[in-house]
């Protein structure tokens, strides 16, 4: 490990913590990780999402003398999850905003606002768009997915302003939120959904059943039809049987075996054709593309040939290049769907890993949980749980344990799980960030 | 009218080529003179032997594509393709396709003509768990080549099965073919048709076991001639998706026919022009 | 000559027939990075360290046998009220649960200005 002199604004009471931690003596000089010639180690983490500053968080309360760095382009996260409640018009922007301010002053984690742009795994550097080289000693990547940009043809990141995939919260979410809104009643929004894997399997579904909830009360001559490229969905029959019941046939669901895949895009014209030559027009197109790891990955040699990241079950640490943990939608960790509530689980098994890794003892044993809320309506909410552990050198759902909300269930029950939805949603949002830039815990 | 291939194939057309890449590189660096490798799987599997006979296939040309991880083994994308070496009046003739756990290994039989042109088939495939899945391709002189793949399925909670509504046997037949071609130069031609492909292992809500009931055989004529046959079996995926290469030498008629295991068929015609 | 246990040892091996549960599964202990990480899923919906409040109920600092029995429940009992624990908690072992029980009822609520270790 190299000497590092580290400028960061530390509380004092993090700088006892850390002395406390190395349990020797007063603070010399200025670099307050070298105290008595002991390092506990430099992290950077890149991607500010679910995954990454939960592990940037973790990392600090497994060990606040550990030396986190956490790199994020953007100021403001804007989260998937609820993003479909911006474009069905129940919440601003600002109810899914976050800020990186909590992790700075209260934990201690260094934010850069910065690209990463390049890692050296062999030299242990990763490269920022400003040009800094930054050592690690541990490197935890949490890039979210990038678009397989013409996958479909015709689909690439300039059709994309045209038709967009809304597959990253933020600018793409305002842009279909506003056709959305110019569009005229009488009018399809189209959706094409993609094969597995994708970020989120139940997300485009609940956009679908948000977008009627929408359409049905400001213009309900209009209709949702999704296009996709699958013949099986997350949470299928509950879906189903939920828009039917809100929605009458508001939505149509055209699968793969029914000519739902779609080979081609016209952004222009809104167009989109299916692989037996059928061609559907669109007035609010909505094209959610086939998918791979954050580009990062595979700059950082972690990625397969499959395009994402396959790793050490027990630990998120990539299979490839050591000293490199990967958390999030960028990793082949089936059954675990690509979910915020993942990311957020496998960052903190990858904390205690590295935690652990950096004080040369053993990991503890991974434990992760998932649940998927979607809402179907505003008040009517499912689930999808699963437990998960390591069982045989893979991940697998503990048996028994998890499933889906009940098919028969309670008006009452549905608007329960809705209430809890948000419960989770701000829990979640809280747990890796802190309270939402607008304090409002709502 | 020119067909955009599906980008999943596209992708899994790159990964094949990477494979033959990589394979011929690493027979190249093991320095072996004869191309020829027993051992294999397709030992192991009775129903794979049969096919062999007495032959010891090459491992080098045949290329098998499979995701590394499926989360629905209920459909899962396969591609099988050669691309290697043969005599100049040889042509693959025929790749058979087996999923070592299954309870019946058999996936598919295809028989390939001149008229097909090139040696390459997509399709869905069901996975009973995770397993090996060996492709063995014969050709027209009776040379063997035999490749396999292992595809992890897992079960995700999160693709509960819909329990809905089963397809109508032999609706909907689908056929998506070039207009014209050009003589020499084979085209993909996509095909599907609704089907439950019921495997006569699953009961239905009274507890009974639902009788099988497959698409048993797909056939394509050109003008009268057959060009390419597929026999198929019930680990392939309901609503039976096929993706095969034609090579028409003059225009006319193509014929191609589903029938199910209850002698019920169904048929789809399409004019093309070659030349 | 006879064999007698020194009546040092008599206390322990008082304790030990009096530690010995009922049921085959021993009161397992835990490490704390160990609890961290099964307790780690938690908080996605009872926030760090259990404490948030909300329509999903703080877990922070509520005593032990209290939350040991719920969580059993979940896991054990038809329990007509809960919507997803019953779900997640037969996803752990008994003596999971209950060492998660003891780890949030020992959190301290009223200390949390600093992140815990």
């Known amino acids: ?442 | 009218m020119h067909v955009a291939r599906p980008a999943h194939y596209d992708a899994a057309r790159r990964r094949l080529l990477r494979g033959i890449a990589a394979a011929v590189a690493a027979i190249s660096l093991a320095g072996l003179a004869t191309p020829a490798l027993a051992e294999g799987p397709w030992q192991r599997l009775e129903a794979a032997r049969s096919v062999l006979g007495d032959t010891e296939p090459s491992t080098q040309g045949l290329v098998l594509d499979l995701p590394h991880v499926s989360e629905d083994g209920a459909s899962v994308a396969l591609t099988v393709g050669f691309d290697g070496e043969l005599a100049d009046d040889d042509h693959i003739s025929r790749i058979d396709l087996f999923a070592t756990a299954n309870p019946s290994p058999e996936i598919a039989t295809f028989h390939l003509t001149p008229l097909s042109g090139k040696a390459e088939i997509s399709t869905r495939v069901r996975l009973n768990e995770t397993q090996q899945v060996i492709a063995i391709a014969t050709s027209h002189q009776g040379e063997r080549f035999a490749t396999a793949r292992e595809v992890r399925i897992t079960v995700s909670g999160c693709l509960m099965r819909n329990g809905g509504d089963q397809p109508e046997p032999l609706s909907n037949p689908r056929v998506s073919i070039p207009s014209s071609f050009t003589p020499g130069q084979p085209e993909a031609v996509r095909t599907l048709i609704n089907h439950p492909m019921e495997t006569g292992l699953r009961e239905d809500t009274n507890g009974e076991i639902v009788p099988r009931h497959i698409v048993e055989r797909f056939t394509v004529r050109l003008n009268g001639s057959t060009a390419f046959e597929a026999e198929l079996h019930q680990s392939i995926s309901a609503s039976p998706y096929l993706l095969f290469y034609l090579s028409p030498e003059e225009e006319g008629e193509a014929v191609f026919e589903w029938q199910d295991d209850t002698g019920a068929s169904a048929t789809h015609e399409a004019s093309i022009k070659a030349g | ?117």
């Not at chain 1, 603070?27 to 008595?36: R, T």
């Not at chain 1, 508001?250 to 030559?277: K, M, P, Q, Y």
């Not at chain 3, 209290?66 to 809960?82: I, P």
């Not at chain 3, 624990?85 to 949030?104: N, Q, S, V, W, Y």
Request: glycine share 10%.
């Open chain 1, 1 to 442: 490990m190299n000497h590092r002199h580290i400028r960061n604004s530390l509380t004092r009471r993090q700088l006892i913590k850390g002395i406390a931690a190395a349990s020797l003596l007063p603070l010399v000089g200025s670099a307050p990780f070298a105290i008595g010639g002991q390092h506990a180690g430099r992290v950077i983490v890149v991607g500010g999402g679910f995954g990454g500053a939960t592990a940037a968080k973790y990392l600090k309360r497994a060990n606040p003398a550990i030396e986190v760095i956490l790199v994020e382009p953007n100021e403001t996260f804007y989260t998937c999850p609820f993003s479909n409640l911006h474009l069905g018009g129940l919440r601003e922007m600002d109810a899914i905003a976050h800020g990186y301010n909590e992790l700075e002053e209260r934990y201690g984690v260094r934010v850069i606002h910065a690209m990463a742009e390049d890692v050296d795994a062999e030299a242990h550097k990763v490269t920022l768009s400003t040009g800094r080289e930054l050592d690690y000693d541990r490197l935890v990547l949490s890039p979210g997915v990038d678009m397989r940009w013409n996958a479909l043809e015709g689909y690439d990141e300039e059709a994309a302003e045209k038709a967009p995939h809304a597959w990253k919260a933020g600018a793409q979410t305002e842009l279909l939120r506003s056709q959305l809104e110019a569009m005229d009643d009488g009018g399809t929004f189209v959706m094409v959904a993609p094969d597995n894997p994708f970020r989120c399997p139940p997300g485009p579904y609940e956009r679908a059943s948000l977008v009627a909830n929408y359409l049905a009360q400001y213009k309900p001559k209009s209709k949702v039809l999704i296009l996709d490229a699958k013949d099986n969905f997350s949470k299928q029959g509950l879906f189903t049987a939920g828009w039917e019941q809100l929605y009458g046939d508001r939505i149509e669901w055209v699968g793969l075996s029914n000519d739902g895949r779609v080979t081609r895009v016209d952004a222009d014209r809104l167009e989109v054709e299916t692989e037996f030559g059928t061609v559907h027009r669109a007035d609010v197109l909505n094209v959610i593309p086939p998918q791979k790891a954050g580009w990062i990955a595979e700059r950082a040699g972690v990625t397969d040939d499959s395009g994402w990241v396959p790793v050490k079950p027990e630990t998120f640490e990539s299979r490839q290049v050591d000293d490199i943990y990967v958390v999030g939608d960028a990793t082949v960790a089936a059954p675990m769907p690509k979910s915020g509530f993942c990311a957020n689980a496998q960052a903190k098994v990858v904390a205690a890993a590295i935690a652990a890794s950096l004080e040369s003892r053993p990991a503890p044993e991974a434990y992760w949980t998932n649940t998927c809320y979607s809402l179907v309506g505003p008040e009517y909410g499912i689930s999808v749980a699963g437990v998960y552990r390591v069982q045989d050198g893979v991940i697998a759902e503990v048996e028994g344990a998890g499933g889906l909300s009940p098919a028969d269930a309670s008006e009452d029950t549905r608007a329960l799980e809705a209430e809890y939805a948000v419960g989770w949603y701000n829990a979640i949002c809280q747990d890796t960030w802190g309270t939402p830039l607008g304090g409002r815990v709502t």
């Open chain 3, 1 to 117: 000559m006879k064999r007698v246990f020194p009546i040092a040892s008599l206390p322990l091996v008082s304790l030990l027939l009096v530690g010995l549960p009922m049921t085959a599964q021993a009161e397992e202990t835990f490490s704390d990075a160990q609890l961290e990480v099964m307790a780690g899923s938690c908080a996605n919906c009872h926030g760090t360290e259990g404490r948030l409040a909300g329509s999903v109920p703080t877990i922070a600092g509520r005593p032990a046998d209290v939350l040991s029995s719920r969580l059993l429940d979940f896991k054990h009992e038809e329990n007509g009220e809960t919507t997803i624990m019953d779900r997640i908690a037969k996803g752990f072992t008994d003596a999971e649960l209950e060492a998660l029980a003891r780890h949030f009822a020992g959190i301290d609520l009223e200390n949390d200005n600093e992140p815990e270790e």
